[in-house]
Nanobody, 122 residues
Framework: VQLQASGGGLAQTGGSLGLSCAAS????????IGWYRQAPGKQRELVAT???????NYADAVKGRFTISRDSAKNTVYLQMNNLSPEDTAVYYC?????????????????WGQGTQVTVSS
């Protein structure tokens, strides 16, 4: 299983960027999928997640500005980031809890994609 993230880049304060992340491999189902971020010198923190049932969870810092969505048929999650601020500058990581089939049965595990840089200039 792999998570391939794309998007990000450079934006000005108040601007917008979009991220996408596609999961591939022998996937039975995806429970939670979403995004975390890590700014220099800080711990990785949740940005937003979306459950298989459609429940969303946003960090307070991004509520009202960021929108997470998913295309279950494509095993892809999107993050639309609006009204960006320099505080949003970080490496953004795609995350998913994915169930795969093993000989012993169905196993669920955490998977992470490679980080993608988001830089917001003031």
């Amino acid at each position: 299983v792999q998570l391939q993230a794309s998007g990000g880049g450079l934006a000005q304060t108040g601007g917008s960027l979009g991220l996408s992340c596609a999961a591939s491999g022998s996937i039975l189902s995806i429970n939670n999928i979403g995004w975390y971020r890590q700014a220099p010198g800080k711990q990785r923190e949740l940005v937003a997640t979306l459950s298989e049932g459609g429940s969303t969870n946003y960090a307070d810092a991004v509520k009202g500005r960021f929108t997470i969505s998913r295309d279950s048929a494509k095993n892809t999650v999107y993050l639309q980031m609006n009204n960006l601020s320099p505080e949003d500058t970080a490496v953004y990581y795609c995350y998913a809890f994915i169930f795969i089939a093993q000989r012993v049965g169905t196993i669920g595990s955490d998977y992470w994609g490679q980080g993608t840089q988001v830089t917001v200039s003031s």
